[in-house]
């Protein structure tokens, strides 16, 4: 049996991993940009295989490969490994078995019997190798200098390609998230009931939805300020997040609205979740400036049946819950009102 050599290890590597993470990448489905460049590099270069290669911690992950229909490499036997080791240059080995650090590699002593790589760095801003683009052949072949800088510039595009991936994340979470509370926004509320609704459809599971206002929030509005205010919805948004399940979505749809969308929950479970909240939103909240304010909150809830059918039918039922709620609230109030 052919045995798998050891591969260098970079100074920089606990920083590298966590520059490969930062970017979000590692095992997510294909890409058409990522698609892209390697088609270009097999064909800049008349190579079988090319690869978009990100190095994790004990693995050589494929981000996009042609030629292959493997998805990942040991990092042990992954010539990539070395390729990381100066990011300045790109690695090339003309023939693999001629070079004592892979003759015995088994890519190269086995199937598919690898003689050839060329693989460019590909570098982040913080000069951190995250992986490489590559393209390999099973017979021996020389690289031009011209050829090097093209592969040099592929990388460079790969980078630009992971950095746009990036920034299109980061907009997209702006959009999922409330940026005061930090809770999901209405528009992740709306994705997630829907997720919970296909998931419902096909295997009949229960879910709940939530959706909940504040009751006396005007008043602390009026008398404190609209920046006291803005610490009662933070403070709410904190306990109602403590008070979720583990992939249960929490979110503020807007003003003093809140809605936790339950995965898997049923009608038992959205009452006793309900109750919970009730009990701890009407807790006192010490603002910053030393004030204590009380708050309560009203809470409507809806389950899945099969009658429902859309996200908009299943708010719906939860609003018309909801108004129910802060008409027995106000009725409550009225009475202990006109007892005093």
């Not at 060329?118 to 200098?145: K, M, N, W, Y």
């Amino acid at each position: 049996m052919l045995s798998a050599p050891t591969c260098p290890i970079p100074d920089d590597e606990p920083q590298r991993l966590k520059a490969v993470r930062a970017y979000e990448v590692l095992d997510t489905a294909p890409e058409l940009e990522f698609d892209a460049l390697t088609r270009v590099a097999s064909h800049a270069f008349a190579t079988p295989i090319a690869l978009v290669a990100m190095m994790d911690s004990d693995r050589l992950w494929f981000k996009s490969k042609l030629g292959l229909d493997i998805p990942q490499l040991d990092r042990r036997i992954a010539f990539c490994a070395y390729a990381i080791m100066r990011p300045s240059e790109p690695l090339v080995v003309e023939d693999l078995l001629a070079d004592e650090r892979f003759a015995d590699n088994p890519l190269v002593a086995g199937e598919p019997r690898i003689r050839f790589y060329a693989g460019a760095p590909i570098v982040d801003p913080g000069h951190h190798a995250l992986g490489t683009i590559a393209v390999l052949d099973s017979q021996p072949r020389t690289f031009s200098a011209a050829q090097r800088s093209t592969l040099m510039d592929l990388s460079t595009l790969v980078m630009t390609a992971l950095e746009a991936r990036r920034r299109a994340l980061d907009l997209e979470r702006l959009a999922m998230t409330d940026h005061l509370t930090g809770v999901a926004s209405r528009a992740k509320c709306e994705m997630a009931i829907l997720s919970e609704l296909r998931h419902a459809e096909r295997s009949q599971h229960p879910f709940g939805v939530l959706l909940m206002d504040l009751d006396g929030f005007k008043d602390v509005n009026d008398t404190f300020g609209h920046a006291a205010g803005d610490e009662v919805l933070c403070e709410v948004a904190r306990r109602l997040s403590l008070l979720a399940r583990h992939g249960d979505t929490v979110a503020r749809l807007g003003g003093d609205e809140f809605a936790v969308v339950m995965r898997e929950g049923d009608d038992g479970a959205a009452a006793a979740l309900a109750a919970r909240i009730r009990n701890s939103v009407q807790l006192p909240i010490t603002l910053s400036g030393g004030n204590s304010v009380c708050v309560g909150i009203s809470v409507g809830a809806a389950s899945y049946t099969n009658l429902v059918s859309s996200v908009e039918a299943l708010l719906s039922q939860a609003d018309q819950a909801l108004y129910q709620a802060k008409q027995r609230t106000a009725q409550r109030q009225t009475a202990q009102a006109s007892r005093t």
